[in-house]
């Protein structure tokens, strides 16, 4: 089983929806969290870094963790055709010298 | 925010050839950078973590002769994929941490590699 599981998708909504990508995780040492957007061919952009458990808002983004469900979240209010991308998932624990253990990506499609 | 730098974006060679990747961080000093591997529709794979001033260290089943990491400065990392061959080809990522270990990795827009 992997540390990290995250639902490929792909996913497709209608614009202006919300949309909402989970993570699971089995390892209770992750402590940081934190969620990428990748287009094609490009690099992984950081969207939301939270650590420990609550919610983080940064304008259209909400990241939620829960660490007693060992379970994080990224909501993303009325998306735009802009953010379909692959959404990587990504926590790492405070030693471990400083890697990161990544989901598989989850790909949505936002439809106008 | 963050910004980390890689060259070249995109790279065709003959096989055989030795291909040098740079990954520098722009506004920030990078005491670990992290080189990855990506195949179309995977996700990220881990090939080693660089960090400044030591040997990196690689993880299993990638080939430390093949491929050659250099972390000569806090804001400069090299792979050089030595004697490429098509099997190589592929989509070639970096990353770094600032020196707070807490802090996330900022990635690099990727050097695609094609090895004819």
């Known amino acids: 089983q992997k540390e990290v599981e995250q639902d490929p998708g792909p996913l497709s909504v209608p614009e202006g929806a919300i949309v909402s990508l989970n993570c699971t995780y089995s390892n209770s040492a992750f402590q940081y969290f934190m969620w990428y957007r990748q287009y094609s061919r490009k690099g992984p952009e950081l969207l939301m870094y939270t650590y420990s458990s609550g919610n983080k808002e940064d304008g259209r983004f909400t990241a939620q963790v829960d660490k007693s469900s060992k379970y994080i979240s990224l909501f993303i209010r009325d998306s735009q055709p802009s953010d379909s991308a692959t959404y990587l998932c990504a926590m790492s624990a405070r030693t471990n010298a400083g890697k990161s253990t990544f989901g598989d990506g989850t790909t949505l499609t936002v439809k106008p | 925010g963050a910004v980390v730098s890689q060259h070249p974006s995109w790279v065709i060679c003959k096989s055989g050839t030795s291909v040098k990747i740079e990954c520098r961080s722009l506004?920030?000093?990078?005491?670990?950078m992290f080189w990855y591997r990506q195949f179309p529709k995977q996700s990220l794979m881990l090939m080693a973590t660089s960090n400044e001033g030591s040997k990196a260290t690689y993880e299993q089943g990638v080939e430390k002769d093949k491929f050659l990491i250099n972390h000569a400065s806090l804001t400069l990392s090299t792979l050089t994929v030595t004697s490429a061959h098509p099997e190589d080809s592929s989509f070639y990522i970096c990353?770094?941490?600032?020196?707070?270990?807490?802090?996330?990795?900022?990635f690099g827009d990727g050097t695609r590699l094609s090895i004819l």
């Open positions: 990353s770094a941490k600032d020196l707070t270990a807490t802090q996330p990795q900022h």
């Open positions: 506004d920030f000093q990078a005491t670990t």
